[in-house]
C-alpha cells in the first residue's frame, strides 16, 4: 500500500513548497492566479508566439504570461507523469495560482470518441503513487466542477465536443495491461493519463481549483495502440478557449 507510512495526512512535511520557491530571490514570486500545464513541444511553440514576458518560479521553471490572470508552464521540458506534475503544481500554488489545469494529449479508451474532442475527466482511477501521500486511497479525487463547466462552455462554444468521464492515472507507461484496458472500456473510462490524479489530489491539498483537458492522442485497445486520424483542430486550437475559461473562473467575468 502507499503510502507505507499511514498515518502522514496531518503531519507537517519536512519544508514546504513556498521555501523552496521562495530561494528564488526576496520572497515568493508573484505569479498569476490561474495556469495552465502543457505537456507537448506544439502547444508551447503556440504560447510563446502570444507571451511576451515570463515569471521565474524555481530550478529553472517558469511562468509563461498570456494575461494578467492566466499563465502557462511547458511541464514537458522538466519531464513527464505524475511526480513531475505534482512539483510543478505545487510550486505554481506556491507563487499564487489559486486554479491549475493541463491541456495535454491522453489516450482515448472508447473508440467512438471524435480525434477532435475536448475531453473533460471528472474524476480518476488513482493508479499512480503521488496522490496517495496527499490524500487517502479511499477518498475519490477529482477536478473542480465549476471549473469543468467553464471549460466545458468555452470549449463548446468553439465547436468541440466535450465528453466527460472518468480517466485512468497511472505511471506505469510499459504496464499498461491487457486486461486492465478491457475492463475499463467495459466500464466506460474516457481516457488514460499519467498526470490528472496528482494534478487533482495535490491542488485539493493546497486549496487550490484544479482541472483537466485531454485532446485525444491515440487509442488504446485490447488488441493494439493506434495513433488518433489527423483531426482538423488540436491542442492550439484548444489554447484560446481554455485559456478564455480559466481567466473567467479566476476573475469572475
Not at 57 to 86: C, D, F, K, M, N
Not at 97 to 119: N, R
Not at 166 to 183: D, G, I, L
Amino acid at each position: 500500500m502507499i503510502p507505507h507510512f499511514g498515518d502522514k495526512y496531518d503531519a507537517d512535511a519536512l519544508f514546504s513548497p513556498a521555501d523552496a520557491v521562495a530561494t528564488q530571490g526576496d520572497g515568493l514570486p508573484d505569479g498569476p492566479p490561474a495556469v495552465l500545464l502543457g505537456y507537448q513541444a506544439e502547444l508551447t511553440d503556440a504560447v510563446r508566439e502570444e507571451s511576451d514576458d515570463r515569471v521565474e518560479i524555481v530550478r529553472g521553471q517558469h511562468i509563461e504570461l498570456l494575461s494578467e490572470a492566466v499563465g502557462y508552464v511547458p511541464v514537458h521540458e522538466s519531464g513527464i507523469g505524475a511526480p513531475v506534475t505534482a512539483t510543478v503544481t505545487e510550486n505554481v500554488i506556491a507563487a499564487g495560482a489559486e486554479a491549475v489545469a493541463m491541456l495535454g494529449g491522453g489516450a482515448a479508451l472508447q473508440p467512438d470518441i471524435a480525434p477532435d474532442a475536448a475531453i473533460l475527466p471528472t474524476d480518476a482511477i488513482r493508479d499512480e503513487g503521488v496522490s496517495h501521500h496527499y490524500l487517502p486511497p479511499e477518498e475519490p479525487v477529482t477536478p473542480t466542477a465549476s471549473l469543468v463547466d467553464e471549460l466545458d462552455a468555452s470549449l463548446s462554444r468553439a465547436g468541440f465536443d466535450t465528453p466527460r468521464g472518468t480517466t485512468w492515472t497511472t505511471s506505469a507507461m510499459y504496464r499498461e495491461t491487457v486486461p486492465e484496458v478491457e475492463r475499463y472500456r467495459d466500464e466506460g473510462v474516457v481516457t488514460l493519463c499519467m498526470e490528472s490524479a496528482a494534478l487533482w489530489a495535490v491542488s485539493r491539498y493546497r486549496g487550490a481549483d484544479a482541472a483537466t483537458v485531454h485532446e485525444v492522442g491515440d487509442y488504446l485497445t485490447s488488441e493494439e495502440w493506434a495513433p488518433a486520424a489527423d483531426a482538423d483542430r488540436g491542442l492550439t486550437d484548444m489554447l484560446s478557449p481554455t485559456v478564455e475559461a480559466m481567466e473567467r473562473h479566476v476573475t469572475g467575468g
